[in-house]
């Protein structure tokens, strides 16, 4: 898995075509980690772009992919 620096922000667009309805959803988030001792569970980027995406799809949207800025990296294909 790709290594993100610490507040990386990741966007997606998903859209939405039903018969007479058309529409989009944009969404993006970033994760900032602060040390701590002893050492917190680490928060995966992966796990919440796959939970958003399942989400927007159970509302009829098609699957959320999430790209992150430093190499143009897809999040979750």
């Known amino acids: 898995m790709a290594v993100f620096t610490d ?15 058309r529409g989009y959803v944009q969404i993006s988030f ?8 002893p050492v917190p569970p680490e928060v995966n980027p992966v796990d919440i772009a796959n939970a958003i995406s ?5 509302a ?3 699957r959320a992919v999430f790209s992150g800025p430093q190499v143009e990296a897809v999040l979750n294909p």
């Open 60 to 62: 009829g949207y098609r």
């Open 7 to 21: 507040g990386t922000t990741f966007r997606s667009t998903a859209d939405f075509d039903s018969v007479g309805e």
């Open 30 to 37: 970033s994760i900032a980690h602060t040390p701590l001792y």
């Open 54 to 58: 399942a989400v927007i799809q159970a």
